[in-house]
């Protein structure tokens, strides 16, 4: 219950939103499509007791006018699907939106304590225990799952993607790469092999197929691979992304459902069907999941290679390397990075197979959003786990207008990940 003192909460949608009326407190994050800030608004909070994030995109910019314009759009498509009839607890919802001559910008909750990949490297040894992952990742499952209701393949699932909530659960972010695919709805017959099913489709596919044929499709040319930049602050690794335009590669459906035939994700979480180009569909959440849960528990991912074309090599061919004896949580993982997606943990009934595993008995699916003391609770200024509190003006154009400045004049600087995140820091179990 709200004592007498506490403010009342936010609205779930903001009034219509003017850039006037917006002040930056600090930027969240930076990426290739746009600037992410901490604002609030200015008459109707000024004390700045609501904050949320607001992700602008800059249409000037030559270089984003096409493709980083076609993405916001989906993705405030996506966020606003999310936000009807009600929000899920562990994906995000659309507050509002704005556009001008110059901006595209939309506004999500702020969550404060920062991303997952910022919190492994606060632990002393940098990696979650299987209690703590275990509770992560049930959030995560029930966020792909409702995603995947909804016909969304996520297609960028990554520790850097998942933010932890002022309440200490998480949400997924960034929906740009997402995709919306044809749902299957062949039921899943039993297969030879114990614990999975295949569909009488995949079987009949499978046994038409050359073996020549097959045997061609893991010896693709990896020129076609495009190099990008990686972005490490401080020490802390981000992943490197491996996103490019969607492309037309090979099958354009299969069976009954759908798959996507573009290149898309991020360079040590993208599966093996997209580095092959076989097409591909919802299986390549739950191979990232796999990834995931593999970093959060031994601190790095399993197919990471010298070079982007290593990478992707052990990604195809690789089998992830354990330590120590089998345990139900490394059982959890082999079978999420199964490298055939029909076989994968998930293919033929979703989170409901992921939810049925060993490593899941006894968790209460159901009552999940009534833990109120998860392993992680930020504190009301957690921000700073991200980024350092910076003066970014008086308004976003003006923030803007410094980044344009030709490369003779003095570089605006960004803020840069804080130096508390190196501090070493545990949570209780909860």
Known sequence: METPSSPPPPPRLLPEMELDDIR??????????????????????????????????????????????????????VLTRLSNPEPHPFLPHLLGSLETDDFLAWAVPYCSGGDLNVLRYRQNDRVFSPTVIRFYLAEIVCALEHLHNMGIAYRDLKPENILVQQSGHVTLTDFDLSRSLAKRTVAAAASAAPGIQETEQTRQRNNNKNPIEIRRKHHRNLSRWIPTVSDAKKGLRKAKSARVSPVSRRRLSFSNGERSNSFVGTEEYVSPEVVRGDGHEFAVDWWALGVFTYEMLYGTTPFKGKNRKETFRNVVSKEPQFIGKPTALTDLIGRLLEKDPTKRLGYNRGASEIKQHVFFKGLKWDLLTEVLRPPFIPNREEGELTEKVTECGPDIREYFQRLRQPPSAPPSRLPSISSDCQKNVSFAEF
Do not use: N
């Open 24 to 77: 930056p407190l600090k930027i969240l994050g930076k990426g290739a499509m746009g600037t992410v800030f901490l604002v609030h608004r200015t008459v109707s909070d000024p004390d700045a007791r609501f904050p949320f994030a607001l992700k602008v995109v800059d249409k000037t910019v030559s270089h984003s006018k096409r493709d980083a314009d076609r993405r916001a759009r989906w993705e405030i498509r």
